[in-house]
């Protein structure tokens, strides 16, 4: 009985690298969740700005600013939804990244009238897009396992 619990035993040689493994799957879940922390905070910053960006708007009458905060705060999230979604399925959903980023791009362009922007920063806002929305048409809602 004891020789066989003895032969049936993994080597040490073979533990150590399966330790190893586990102790990287762990801090990889520990960094996504710190970055899904950081991502609600940074929601949660934004969706305070636009609060106050409203109440500017009824002074200033600029709905532009209260747009720039919001997106923002909408950016945060989608980039949250990716993350959980990774920890969950342990897969990238591609549709929603390249959403996230054109997203942010529209934001841009939104604001570029409302915000100091020379026009090479333009063209290359503008040329962002063109790739992003390519990208989607192209690549679709597809989701990259690991």
Same mark, same amino acid.
């Given at each position: !009985?004891?020789?066989?619990? =003895?032969?049936? &035993?993994?080597?040490?040689?073979?533990?150590?690298?399966?330790?190893?493994? $586990?102790?990287?799957? %762990? &801090?990889?879940?520990?960094?996504?969740?710190? #970055?899904?922390?950081?991502?609600? =905070?940074?929601? /949660?910053?934004?969706?305070?700005?636009? =609060?106050?960006?409203?109440?500017?708007?009824? #002074?200033?009458? %600029?709905?532009?600013?209260?747009?720039?905060?919001?997106?923002?705060?909408?950016?945060?999230?989608?980039?949250?939804?990716?993350? #959980?979604?990774? !920890?969950?399925?342990? %897969?990238?959903?591609?549709? /929603?990244?390249?959403?996230?980023?054109?997203?942010?791009?529209?934001?841009?362009?939104?604001?570029?009238?409302? $915000?100091?922007?020379?026009?090479?920063?333009? &063209?290359?806002?503008?040329?962002?897009?063109?790739?992003? =929305?390519?990208?989607?048409?192209?690549?679709?809602?597809?989701?990259?396992?690991?």
């Amino acid at each position: !009985m004891f020789l066989n619990d =003895v032969m049936d &035993a993994d080597p040490p040689q073979r533990r150590a690298p399966q330790r190893i493994v $586990q102790v990287f799957e %762990s &801090a990889e879940l520990i960094l996504y969740g710190a #970055v899904g922390v950081l991502l609600v =905070v940074i929601a /949660l910053v934004a969706l305070a700005a636009e =609060v106050d960006s409203i109440v500017s708007y009824f #002074v200033s009458d %600029s709905p532009i600013i209260g747009l720039n905060f919001l997106i923002a705060a909408i950016i945060a999230l989608e980039l949250l939804m990716t993350v #959980v979604g990774y !920890m969950k399925t342990r %897969s990238i959903n591609l549709g /929603l990244l390249l959403g996230a980023g054109l997203t942010a791009m529209i934001r841009d362009i939104i604001v570029f009238g409302y $915000q100091p922007t020379d026009l090479q920063n333009f &063209a290359v806002i503008l040329l962002a897009t063109a790739v992003l =929305v390519a990208a989607l048409y192209f690549v679709g809602d597809k989701t990259i396992h690991t």
